[in-house]
Each structure stands twice: as C-alpha cells, then as structure tokens.
C-alpha cells in the first residue's frame, strides 16, 4: 500500500544539498532563517497539497464523501485558499475560525461547525455567513441554536454530536457503554434529543451524527468499531422516528510520524477500513449510501511544517547534560511541555554531519520545563546555527502564546524555490496594542522616551 505523507517526518521535498544544508520546496532554510528570521514557521505546499489529494483519492473508491480539515490544527487566510483549491471542506469551532474562513472566501457551506459550547454571538454568525452545518452537541445547545434561527427565520441542518463509548489513546482503546466526555451527548439521550427537534425545535433539520474519537491515533480497527455504533444508531433512529439520516461525519484523528518511533497507518489504510466497515453495515442494518464526513487535522499539515530555530547559548552540567539553547520554545510549540510531545530535529547546516555529541535543546522561556527536545545526537553546534525541528506543522502556531511578551514568530510557504509570508511576524508594537491604561494612571513619558 502506498505510503502517505503522515507517516513520514519531513516534508516530500526535504532534501540534502550538495554543501550539507537542508532545503525544503526548493528553498536552502539557512538562506530563508537569514530572510525572515528566526523562529519561523515553514510550511511546504506540496506536502500540504500531497496529503489533501491522498485523502481525496483514499476515499474516492465511495462516491458521496466529504474531506473536511479540521482548521484547528493550523488556520489562516491561505489554508483557507489552499484547501479551497483542493476542494475539501473546514471544521471549524469558533467564531474566529469562521471569520478567518469567510474572509478568505472559502465557501462557507462546505464549513461544519463544532464545538461543545457555542455561543450566541458564534451561532449567529454561522448563520449569517450560510456555515453549511452546524453539529450540536448538548441539549442546551438544541434550545438555543433553535430559538436564534427562529429570530432569524432561517432553518439550519444539524448533526448531533454522539459519544459514541469509545476512548482511544494512541496506542490501545477501551468500548464503555457509556463515556465520561464534556463532548456530546451519550447514546442513552439520543431519544430525547430527537424528540424534542420533533416536537418544539422546527427550525433544526436533523441530517446526522457526528462523533470523533480522539487524536494521533494509530489503531485501525476503532474506526471499524465506530462506523458500527453510528450505523446502528442511523438503523435504530430510522426504526424509532421514521428518520433516515444521510450524513455519518466520523471526525478526524489519524497520527502521524514525529519521531522514527511512531508508525501510524497510512491514510489509504484508515480509508480501506472505514469503506469496508461501512458496506458490511449498511448490508448489516439495511441502509441507503449516506455521505461520508471525516475531518482530519493533524494528518494533513503536521508533515508539512518545521520551525527553524537559531542556536544561542549553551550550557553543559557538569558530569551531566549538555544544554542548547534556541530563539523559540513553548511559546511557539507548546507541545513538549503540554503532553511530553518529542520530536526529531537536524542542524539544518550541517545536515550531512555526523552525530557528535548527545544534547538536550532548550527554549528561551523561564521555565524549567522549556525543553523542545531532550537528548538527541547532534553534531557539535555553535551559536548561529540553524536547528529544524520536523513534524511542527499542527497545534504549534495554533496553540502558540506570547508567554513573556515575546512577539510570535512568522510562517511562511515555501515551492519551486519561491518563499512568501503567510502571517507576519509580530512585533514590539503588536504586543502593546490591545494594552490600555486608565487615564487616572497614565504617568507622561519622559523627553526622549522612546514612545513619547
Ligand atoms: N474533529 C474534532 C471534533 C476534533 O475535536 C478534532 C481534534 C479533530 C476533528 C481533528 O483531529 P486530528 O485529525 O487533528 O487528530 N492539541 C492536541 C490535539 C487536540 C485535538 C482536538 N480535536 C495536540 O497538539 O496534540
């Protein structure tokens, strides 16, 4: 089976030039850490294009399918532009992230809108910008989209978001009757909740369910097992309400490859097992073809970006670890800190290099735990080189912060040996811009003040 670009740490264009230095979509990363500097996010289009067209074609054997991205994972006006061209659709779950798309154009019926506690003002705006879906995930959710979509005079398909009694870590699951999760609603309310729609909420348009399982998921076989607790729920509500629901959006959560030590299935692996549960099923339960929703995240950018970083100090303990420092760390990627998250690094020139020595890269944040990687070979660094580190291409920047008042840094977008700037660099003055003092406290800045 072909393999796909999740299970691979670099982008499909990292190559190793003739001087022993990293280029990426065609471009010496050395030369663009000098342009843009560093951190910096790059992100390779053909890797991002790659896995797009990999999730369309693993699915294409299955006629009615829908390949959402979960904008999640990373979201700006030209992933929007991108995915767009590609033809998949956005899950989206905030106000935010519907802004971002609508004002890139996307086409906002191909959004889903998730999310376990959406609020007005974000439900009205998915309204206004026609989000094509809208999954609701709790009763009080139901009331309330309802009751804004009667002022509104509008009506609006939903999916219910279902907690289907699977919990899956990546590398074992557990099936409960029922799961304790913030998201969803257990299968013991589905009854109610489709009996209110029916009764008092005749502004909603049940099409589905919805249900996601978790995330860097590298077991197969759940995917079987969830595609047979939604089908048999679609029979079940078909038998109970006379409801035949045409969508089964089973969410997103394929892992990828950080390190040599992750070996996730290939994307055409999870759709083979998706598409055969499927017919066995509606076989099983006797059901029409519905559409077929996923909505990967991770599987489609995390293997197209990499941060570049550039070394500063350096500290070795003695008779202990040898410490480099870098220009970035939590704040860019909080990952390591968050969940023990590793990752796979180079120096970017000196790619050709034998390892040396065993170091631990730390970030520049004050904390102790800004550590990006710990242990791993490296040859010998001095200050100036550049470190990439792999696989950084989902929930870095979007989980980034500007702990310690550090600006966050640039992404950019690299093919055919052409680089652009997909979001700015921020700057001092960015970091001061929603900042208010109140007048009572405002002293006047001094003659030659910088600011004044
Ligand atoms: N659909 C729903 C409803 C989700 O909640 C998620 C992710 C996805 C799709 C996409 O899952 P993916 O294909 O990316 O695994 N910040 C964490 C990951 C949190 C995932 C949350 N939900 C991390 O950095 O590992």
Known sequence: MQNTVNQSIMPVTAKINENGVLEIGGCNVVELAEKYGTPLYVYDEDTLRASCRQYKQAFSPYENVSVLFASKAFMTQTICAILKEEGLGLDVVSGGEIFTASSANFPMER????????????????????????????????????????????????????????????????QTGHLDSKFGFDLSQLDEAIELIQERFSNLTLVGLHAHIGSQIFETQVYSDLVAIVSEQFAKIHDKFGIMLEEMNLGGGLGVQYTSADDPPSIFAISEVILNALRENLVKYNLPDPKIIIEPGRSIVCNAGVTLYAVGSSKQVPEGKKYIAVDGGMADNPRPSMYQAKYDALVANKANQKPEETVTIAGRYCESGDILINDIELPETEPGDIICIFSTGAYNYSMSSNYNRIPKPAAIIVQNAQSDVIIKRETYQDLILHDVIPERLMCPLGDGHPLS
């Not at 009205?124 to 979509?149: H, K, P």
């Open 111 to 174: 959004c889903y809108f998730n999310g376990n506690n959406k609020s007005s003002e974000e439900l009205e705006l998915a309204l206004e910008t026609g989000v094509g879906r809208i999954t609701v995930d709790n009763f009080f959710e139901l009331e309330l989209l309802d009751s804004i979509a009667k002022s509104k005079d509008k009506y609006v398909n939903i999916l219910l978001r279902i907690t289907p009694g699977i919990e899956c870590h990546t590398h074992e699951y557990i």
